[in-house]
Structure formats: C-alpha cells, structure tokens
C-alpha cells in the first residue's frame, strides 16, 4: 500500500502516532563511482507501522526535475544491491518536482527488524535505466 503525502506521515512517525519499535534511518549520498553528474541526497527511514508493518519513508534532492527515480530496499550495505527485501515495482517511483526533490512512502509487510543491515538505493529510469544515483545505509536508531 502507498501512502502520501510523505511528510504527513512522517510527521505521524515523529510524534510517536503509530506502533512503537525498532526505527532505522540513512541518508541518502552519491556513490564514490563517478556517477555524480546524475547524484541524488537525501534521507531515507524504516519505522514500524504496526507488530507486523514496515514504513519505509524515503525522500530525495537534488534530482532533476521531472526525472523518474526507481528505488528499492535492501538487505546489506549500499553496492550490494542483489537482495531486494520487495521488487522495485511493488512501490510507487519517485519523480522529481520543481527543484528536483520528490518524495515517496511504502508499506511492506514484515515487523521492522532489530538487527542486520539494509540500505535504500535510487536509481534512474528510462535511457540510463538502473544506473544508481544515490544510496542510503540504514542505522538502528530506537530498539524497543
């Protein structure tokens, strides 16, 4: 399920609104690869939305505007994108307003873990397809 608009649901986050537990948080960096003329910032979050809900909540800057951004939740650090927790597809893109900043919210189906390693990964779509241009290392911040 998508949610929107981001940051009223953050905002939820914040103030404690929903389900206490494990929250993790990253912010978003360009990759040391060369691929900076394309790079996106940004924060990305997984907090729990309930016993058995993840929200991950990820915005970007940056972007260029109208651009389609892809993104996707790992398990392990940024550069190990092969374990997917959920294909790109099974929540919404990002696509970037004016200025380039766009934001997007997904709801999996898992409790929030309170051990290991994941990270948030944005890519580009169309003509430069798959080409990643931002990720985030997620970091337990609030174990319950």
């Known amino acids: 399920m ?3 608009p981001a940051r009223i649901l953050a905002a939820f986050v914040a103030l404690g609104a929903l389900a206490d537990g494990p929250s ?8 040391a690869d060369g691929t900076s003329e394309y790079s996106v910032g940004g924060t990305a979050s997984m907090t729990a939305g309930g016993p058995r809900n ?8 940056h972007g260029v ?6 993104w996707s939740l790992y398990r392990g650090a940024c550069g190990d994108d092969t374990r997917a927790v959920a294909p790109t597809g099974s929540y919404s893109t990002l696509v970037g307003i004016e200025g ?5 919210i997904a709801e999996f189906n898992f409790a929030v873990p309170t051990s290991g390693a994941f990270h948030v990964s944005v890519a580009t779509t169309g003509q430069n397809a798959g080409l990643v241009v931002g990720c985030a290392n997620l970091e337990l911040v609030q174990g319950k």
């Open 24 to 31: 993790w948080t990253g912010t978003i960096a360009a990759l």
């Open 100 to 104: 380039g900043d766009a934001s997007a």
């Open 65 to 70: 505007p109208g651009q389609e951004y892809a």
């Open 2 to 4: 998508i949610f929107a």
């Open 54 to 61: 993840a929200i991950v909540s990820i915005s970007v800057a």
